[in-house]
């Protein structure tokens, strides 16, 4: 089966209608079409947020289309970021089968106030089992 990760990422918009038309570009992309990775998002519309979220997943950038096509998104939004005038704030989030394995980034606006709300959906919980 190979190396598997946690990966959540995350991103909401100043409005529903902003979300919208990034959505509707993200769905014309081939990568995403092809994969069908618009249907591996929680799109919550009156929230204006979306995530993917996937707890035993192979994510390797190296392996191409889906790793890609789920990253879009991103580059979308920053898109319509710098010619729209949007808002946005992603998160992105990867733990992987060892300790040190974690990537962790955030991008867009961040200081609009309100606009990355996820607490509801994930939160990161570290512990330190001991076997005696």
């Known amino acids: ?30 990568r995403v079409q092809a994969n069908e990775t618009l249907e591996e998002w929680n ?11 996937d707890d035993y997943v192979t994510w390797y950038p190296e392996l191409g289309d889906v790793h890609e096509a789920i990253h879009h998104i991103e580059k979308v939004a920053e898109d319509f970021a710098k010619n729209r005038g949007f808002q946005y704030r992603s998160y992105f989030f990867r733990l992987g089968e060892e300790p040190t394995d974690l990537e962790e980034r955030a991008e867009g606006n961040t200081l609009a106030p309100g606009l990355f709300a996820f607490e509801d959906v994930i939160y990161l919980e570290r512990r330190l089992l001991v076997d005696l």
């Open 1 to 30: 089966m190979g190396y598997r990760s946690e990966v959540f990422l995350g991103i909401s918009f100043k409005t529903p209608e902003q979300m919208d038309e990034v959505l509707a570009v993200y769905a014309l992309d081939p």
């Open 43 to 53: 799109i919550d519309r009156d929230g204006a947020r979306m995530w993917y979220y």
